[in-house]
């Protein structure tokens, strides 16, 4: 790579390999398929869990969870049952874009909110709760403003309406490629990212409309990706040969066979008791309580000292853990494993911010969508959503390079950047 070349990353929230590749072969993705043929194109891992909070927090700093501290889209405030959601704040490690020379333009990224002075522009992704603080330097806000700008997609208006929904969706999509054209040609910078999350919310809740092409929504889906195309091509277009193109996704999807109530079955296993008289809720837990499960697929041990009601001894945590992972391994729903892998703490996650990880996570098998529900009457449901993440059907796709075997099963854009640069 010379030096004056450029990064351009590009984020597709949710998409898995298969789906691209098929978009790619099927005249979807034209745009896509010409980068494919000039880079190398691979599934790639997700982080554990398998959320956008995590996988792009990981991404963006090159830390596993236990190094930027955010494990989830929800956690617990200090020696509380109360969710607080994570953010930019407390993200606990910089961003590549605070350490690489020369100007970066984000825009979206999950967890970047509230955003924070940098070299350059940065445009927050979910969760952005006010416009002013999801925008630095402040001077865009009434550029973005007029560019219809949105932060992110309601999703809420797919319970009620799924036309409005995808109005919405794509109203969305087009003030993203305005604003990244706008900054594209006005700004100057050496390294340029834009995510994209429509994505993810549209095969949350139309993954059976991408797989029945005669389901009334299928062309609605594929015009999606096909805008999404679109602007890819006009990125190609102004981009030089020495410049670096990453595209990938933080997680895959898949659709949904079940969802699988954790604390339910916690519950019942007689390791989760509430208080007496009280909705089961996080928030009502009482000292009979081994573990309980925050989303997507944590679990805590209820750890005395720690918690409010917590009753478990150090020296018991080796016997609850190994009753949990007998429970859930043996978990079945017709004749089918529900439970993939298993994962205690110290496996996965090292850093500074170990001892916040969660005692055990999961990873669901395919099609079982290990949620942390409490108002539940079973143990497995079906909610609105047909479609749910996957840890292990991400994508990567980098150009120009083509020795796939010299890019790790996880790779974070600064390692991608540097075997770019020693290649
Ligand atoms: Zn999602």
Redesign the pocket.
């Known amino acids: 790579m010379n030096e004056n070349a450029k990064t351009i990353i590009i984020g597709l ?2 998409v898995p390999f298969e789906m691209i590749k098929n978009f790619a072969e099927t005249g979807v993705m034209p745009n896509v398929a010409k980068v494919i043929s000039q880079g190398i194109f691979k599934k790639m891992n997700s982080s554990i869990p398998e959320v ?1 909070s995590v996988a792009w927090s990981s991404m963006i700093t090159g830390l596993n969870p236990g190094g930027h501290g955010t494990y989830g889209f929800m956690d617990l405030l200090p020696n509380t049952y109360k969710m607080t959601f994570p953010n930019f704040t407390t993200l606990k490690a910089a961003p590549f874009w605070d350490q690489w020379p020369g100007k970066s333009i984000i825009i979206n990224i999950p967890s970047t909110y509230p955003v924070r002075q940098m070299n350059g522009v940065l445009i927050s992704g979910f969760v952005s709760i006010d416009f002013e603080k999801s925008v630095y330097p402040k001077s865009l806000i009434p550029v973005l403003k007029d560019l219809d700008y949105r932060l992110d997609v309601d999703s809420q208006k797919a319970h009620t309406s799924m036309d409005l929904f995808l109005e919405d969706v794509d109203k969305t999509l087009d003030a993203r490629i305005e604003a990244y054209r706008y900054l594209w040609d006005n700004w100057d910078w050496q390294t340029f990212m834009l995510v994209f999350t429509g994505t ?1 919310r549209l095969m ?1 809740f139309l993954w059976d409309a991408y797989e029945d092409k005669d389901h009334q929504y299928h062309d609605l889906f594929l015009n999606h990706f096909r805008k999404i195309d679109a602007a890819i091509g006009e990125i190609l277009g102004k981009i030089s040969d020495n410049d670096l193109l990453i595209m990938h996704s933080d997680h895959g999807f898949e659709g949904i066979e079940k969802e699988v109530y954790l604390n339910y079955l916690l519950e019942a296993e007689g390791l989760l008791e509430y208080k007496q008289n009280t909705d089961p809720a996080i928030n009502n837990i009482c000292f009979g309580t081994k573990a309980f499960a925050l989303d997507p697929a944590r679990i805590y041990l209820n750890y005395k000292g720690k918690y409010p009601c917590g009753s478990v001894e150090l020296w018991q945590s080796e016997e609850i853990l190994a009753k949990l992972e007998k429970i859930l391994s043996a978990l079945e729903y017709e004749g089918k494993k529900v439970i993939r892998d298993i994962y205690r703490k110290e496996r996965i996650y090292s850093g500074p911010y170990l001892d916040n990880a969660p005692d055990l996570t999961l990873v669901g098998n395919t099609g079982f969508d290990l949620k942390a529900k409490v108002k539940v009457n079973n143990l497995f449901g079906k909610a609105i959503f047909t479609g749910k ?1 996957t840890q292990d059907t991400a994508f990567l796709l980098i150009k120009p390079l083509k020795d796939e075997s010299i890019v790790p099963d996880v790779p974070t854009v600064s390692d991608i950047k540097g075997i770019v640069e020693k290649s």
Do not use: K
């Open positions: 929230d949710g956008s993810d949350h993440h």
